[in-house]
Every structure is written in C-alpha cells, then in structure tokens.
C-alpha cells in the first residue's frame, strides 16, 4: 500500500521560509510528476508546483522566485523550499505523486504565516 508522508509544516512569520517534505512510501511504480498543492479555508485547492521525472519544474506565477521543488527520485521523495513567504501563502499543502497507473494524495500540512 502506498503512502505520501509529510513533513514541514508549522508557524512562521512573514518573511521566512520553511521547507516541505513528501516521502512516497510502498511500491510505485513508474512516477512521472511529483508536486504540491495548497488549500486556504473558504478556496478552492490550487496548484502549487510540480516537477518532472527529468527535474523540470514549474510554479504557480504567485511564487516563482520565492518556492522551489526537488525530488530525490532514488527515495520517491519531494521538496518544496519556500522563502519570504507570504500570509497569502497560509493554507494546507498536498502532495501530489501521479505515476503511470494512478494519482497519489498526501494527508496535508499546515502552514501558517503570521506575525
């Protein structure tokens, strides 16, 4: 059976950063995109980042130049950098691993931007 674990979440203040960790656990095979999505109270999930089997990447246009994803393919895990963030950024992260057979889900962690 397959989980996604992660890790990261918690309370900071404008301006600072924190880092996500999504470790796929169980057999999968074949993964082509791992990525993360977010969900504030009262909206609707969005799309945050994703990254390819090859590492490329691509970002949501309100946090290019402030997130980053990796992926350490050998451990099926994946990353997401987040700096100078923002209270816009405050929501549940998921992370998302789609391989060749289906569409995997996190449980979710909660970040929380506040003074």
């Known amino acids: 059976q397959v989980r996604l674990v992660e890790s990261g979440g918690g309370l900071v203040q404008p301006g600072g950063s924190l880092r996500l960790s999504c470790a796929a656990s169980g057999s999968i095979v074949s993964i082509n995109t791992m990525g993360w999505y977010r969900q504030a109270p009262g909206k609707q999930r969005e799309w945050v980042a994703v990254?390819?089997?090859?590492?490329?990447?691509d970002y949501i246009d309100s946090v290019k130049g402030r997130f980053t994803i990796s992926r350490d393919s050998a451990r099926n895990t994946v990353f997401l950098q987040m700096n100078s963030l923002e209270p816009e950024d405050a929501a549940v992260y998921y992370c998302n691993v789609v391989s060749s057979i289906r569409t995997y889900w996190g449980q979710g962690t909660q970040v929380t931007v506040a003074p």
């Open positions: 990254i390819s089997s090859y590492g490329r990447a």
